[in-house]
Every structure is written in structure tokens, then in C-alpha cells.
């Protein structure tokens, strides 16, 4: 049973923060504009940073998370980094348009069906920075389509933005987990948005 917290860690653009992951492992992260927090490949067991420069090349991913993230996800304060300054928010988004669809997916051999969001993924510029707003007719999400409908060949141009989507406890730290795992960037999400698109 997961035990609730009281309350979730006050949100300050640039604080600098570890959260604690499976078996004890910790990783850094930095708060931005609310919601967004910026998580880097910086790894430990003991939950000691000293010594610990952030920069833009260790940098994982930048999401959005819940409130309920920070609540539930055990979260320390800390103070002997200085965090980055000068990041900037991403502008180049993954959008997911609505609706369902089945994926197949192989897992030990044995094929599964997962159900898959969305009927196509879309390159999107969503500069949440600019000032502008964001005037199209999904809901203000984002200013434009790069690709509209993203394609296998287009994977290597989409880089490694990361989905739209807000990210919540417990799966946004077993996918940090991965990470810690497999020493680089992971994204479960994206695996089976290419799935989908083949």
C-alpha cells in the first residue's frame, strides 16, 4: 500500500531536487516553469551530490509532472548543486492525436496486444517561452505542425522530443529506473508510438 505525504515538495523555478527511485537509487532533477521539471543522467546510491555539475549534455528528458508526482515520489531538496542556468523549455513536442488503437508487441517471445492512444503522432513547435499564443484548432496546445503525421523514416528527425503528455507517479520513475539501467536515455512511450506508426 502506498503511503500518502501530506503535501508535495513547493514548487520554485531552479531548485534543484533528487528523487528517490527503485532499490534505493536516486537521480537529479531541476524544476522550471511549473510543471516542468528537467531530469539528468546523474545517478546515485547514497544520495550525495557533491562535486555534481549540471549541464545540458547530461540532461535526459524534460517533462511535465503532476502534483501527485512529487507527493508520492520520495523527493530531497538539494542545495550543494547549483542548477543550470539558462535552459530553455523544448519547443519541439510530440503530439498524439485522440483516439485508440491496438499495438502488437513482443514480450519473451509471445506476441501481446497493448492498447496504443492516438491514431497518428504529430512533430509539433510548442514554444511555451515565446510569448505567442498558441492558436490552433487542437485547444491552444501547441503554434504548428513540423510533421503532421510522423512516419518510421521520420523517427530520426524527431529526435528525442518527448510526448505532450503529463507524467504521474509510479510511472515516470520506473521509466528514470530504465534509464539508470541502461545508462542513457529510455522512453517506454516512444517505443510504442513506433509501434504504432509502422
Known amino acids: 500500500m502506498m503511503e500518502k505525504k501530506k503535501r508535495a515538495t513547493p514548487w520554485k523555478s531552479?531548485?534543484?531536487?533528487?528523487?528517490?527511485?527503485?532499490?534505493?537509487?536516486?537521480v537529479l532533477a531541476q524544476m522550471l516553469r511549473d510543471p516542468y521539471l528537467v531530469f539528468f543522467n546523474h545517478f546515485n546510491e547514497e544520495n550525495n551530490w557533491k562535486g555534481v555539475t549540471l549541464k545540458e549534455e547530461d540532461i535526459l528528458f524534460c517533462k511535465a509532472v503532476t502534483r501527485q508526482f512529487l507527493r508520492y515520489s520520495p523527493v530531497t531538496i538539494v542545495k550543494e548543486v547549483n542548477p543550470l542556468l539558462d535552459y530553455e523549455l523544448?519547443?519541439?513536442?510530440?503530439?498524439?492525436?485522440?483516439?485508440?488503437?491496438p499495438i502488437t508487441v513482443s514480450?519473451?517471445?509471445?506476441?501481446?496486444?497493448?492498447?496504443?492512444?492516438?491514431?497518428?503522432?504529430?512533430?509539433?513547435?510548442a514554444d511555451k517561452d515565446s510569448g505567442q499564443p498558441e492558436d490552433n484548432p487542437l485547444m491552444g496546445l501547441f503554434q504548428a505542425?513540423?510533421?503532421?503525421?510522423?512516419?518510421?523514416?521520420?523517427?530520426?528527425?524527431?529526435?528525442?522530443?518527448?510526448?505532450?503528455s503529463i507524467e504521474v507517479f509510479p510511472t515516470l520513475n520506473e521509466r528514470l529506473y530504465l534509464c539508470f539501467l541502461y545508462g542513457k536515455y529510455k522512453s517506454r512511450t516512444r517505443y510504442l508510438f513506433r509501434k504504432a506508426s509502422t
Do not use: T
Request: charged share 30%; proline share 3%.
Open 90 to 101: 523544448p519547443k519541439e513536442w510530440i503530439y498524439s492525436h485522440i483516439g485508440g488503437h
Open 14 to 26: 531552479g531548485k534543484v531536487i533528487s528523487i528517490r527511485l527503485r532499490n534505493g537509487v536516486y
Open 107 to 125: 514480450v519473451k517471445g509471445r506476441e501481446r496486444q497493448v492498447a496504443g492512444f492516438g491514431r497518428r503522432c504529430s512533430l509539433v513547435l
Open 145 to 164: 505542425y513540423i510533421i503532421p503525421d510522423i512516419k518510421e523514416q521520420d523517427w530520426d528527425r524527431v529526435g528525442q522530443a518527448e510526448h505532450m
